[in-house]
């Protein structure tokens, strides 16, 4: 193995309590590789104090007073997608190592993180760039992460009745959705909410998003799939007069009468990928395709 030095910046979930042997194997391999390491804050007191585990840190950082040549994130997809807003537009690399179940974005297993990480100082992986989705509502930023890697859905808040959400297509009215909410995907989400109601499955990189109905009211409604290169705009009405912004997964309230806008991020994440691991092996795996389960 090299003796270059690479910076990490580890992040990780602080619910995973019971993952500790795998979290102390992936600390003794950076610790080996000599590694430049800062650790975010909240995850660095989980693993000291929670865990009991010596974490060997040059920096404990908070917010994005970081720098790094790769990113690890330490939990499952939910992780990912949350170290994924924290790097935004700086370009770091992105490893997922799997500490949940699924994994299609954190899909490097701990036992494999050895394997992984001479990879890395021998230069002998992909980096795949994944697009991004801009949110604004009324011409401004949404929130302080207002892009999404995987999704934005418009929900609605109350438990009874359905929303209406009038959407265009750069500007060319396309239909108004009565349905519990609209999602709407890039390749990467496509197999999270948008496929667990019935959207399809886009192959990454394939430069498009797909709009999936929550719910929908009337059954002739169904995904459709449009290039990223498009502005969408939604008009939302609720008898609640609000509805809820979802951001792979972090909710917004918004009122009646804003208009979000969807667009392509002008900068996308990048994922770290084990040479010679293909997608379609990776869907099959995760999809169960072929798997005789009597």
């Known amino acids: 193995m090299s003796q270059r030095k690479l910076k990490f910046a580890l992040f990780g979930n602080i619910y995973q309590a019971k993952k500790s042997a795998a979290i102390q194997k992936v600390l003794s391999c950076l610790s080996e590789s000599k590694a430049d390491l800062s650790v975010d804050m909240e995850y660095y007191y989980f693993l000291k104090d929670s865990q009991r585990l010596d974490?060997?840190?040059a920096k404990v950082f908070t917010g994005n007073d970081f720098e790094a040549d790769f990113a690890i994130s330490m939990g499952g997809d939910g992780t990912f997608l949350k170290t994924a807003a924290r790097i935004g537009k700086r370009c770091i690399p992105i490893l997922g190592i799997n500490m949940g179940r699924l994994g299609f974005l954190a899909d490097i297993a701990p036992s494999d993180i050895e394997a992984c990480m001479k990879a890395l100082y021998e230069d002998d992986f992909a980096v795949e760039s994944?697009?991004?989705i801009q949110v604004e509502a009324d011409g401004a930023a949404l929130s302080d992460s207002n892009y999404a890697l995987n999704d934005v859905a418009i929900l609605k808040r109350d438990s009874a009745s359905m929303i209406s959400i009038r959407a265009r297509i750069n500007g060319e009215y396309l239909t108004t959705y009565?349905?519990?909410g609209l999602i709407v995907a890039t390749p990467t989400g496509?197999?999270?909410y948008s496929?667990?109601?019935g959207g399809p499955i886009i192959v990454p990189g394939t430069g498009v998003l797909v709009m999936t109905a929550v719910a929908p009211h009337s059954l002739n409604i169904r995904p459709i799939v449009i290039p990223d290169s498009a502005v969408i705009t939604l008009d939302v009405e609720s008898r609640s007069h609000s509805f809820l912004v979802a951001i792979d997964g972090r909710s917004e309230k918004c009122r009646e009468g804003m208009r979000i806008t969807l667009c392509r991020a002008p900068y996308n994440i990048h994922v770290v990928k084990r040479s010679g691991k293909q997608y379609?092996?990776?869907l099959r795996e995760k999809m169960m395709w072929g798997a005789d389960l009597r």
């Open 190 to 192: 496509s197999t999270a």
């Open 178 to 180: 009565q349905a519990d």
């Open 280 to 282: 379609f092996s990776t």
């Open 55 to 57: 974490v060997p840190a």
């Open 130 to 132: 994944r697009a991004v």
């Open 195 to 197: 496929l667990s109601n």
